[in-house]
């Protein structure tokens, strides 16, 4: 199991790390976007706020229901509901192929490198007797 902890951790910081905001197509109906959107993560920008990031984002009835990504303060509740009449954007969370690919090179020759080391630092490779 040794060997398969470092390469499952570059695996996991790979595609868990390299994750960004993307705009739904604004020809998409936002209850749709909302329901396409990996996981429920949505980020929602309404005429009477900046933006809201939600976990478990889904559709009920006229709004956007979902829970705070950050902590709310004391007394203010996790789950949190805006009117879809209000909102005027909605950005979901997705892996960026190229900063995953990028992290994945990245990695792969940090261990390269990091292998290299560890031989020139024991004294090479001798080959024969």
Known sequence: MRRISP????????????RTWQAADASTPV?????????GM???SSRSSH???LRWAHVSGDSAVGHLV?????GVDWRVAVALEDVISV???????????????GGVL????????????????????
């Open 7 to 18: 390469l499952l951790a570059l695996v996991l910081v790979a595609v868990v790390g390299c």
């Open 31 to 39: 209850p749709r976007a909302i329901a396409e959107a990996p996981g």
């Open 42 to 44: 949505v980020r929602l």
């Open 51 to 53: 933006g809201v990031e």
């Open 70 to 74: 950050k902590r709310p303060p004391p």
């Open 91 to 105: 950005e979901q969370r997705r892996v960026d192929a190229g900063l995953t690919a990028l992290a994945v090179f």
């Open 110 to 129: 940090g261990a390269l490198a990091v292998w290299v080391a560890l031989i020139m630092s024991s004294g090479g490779i001798t080959f024969g007797g």
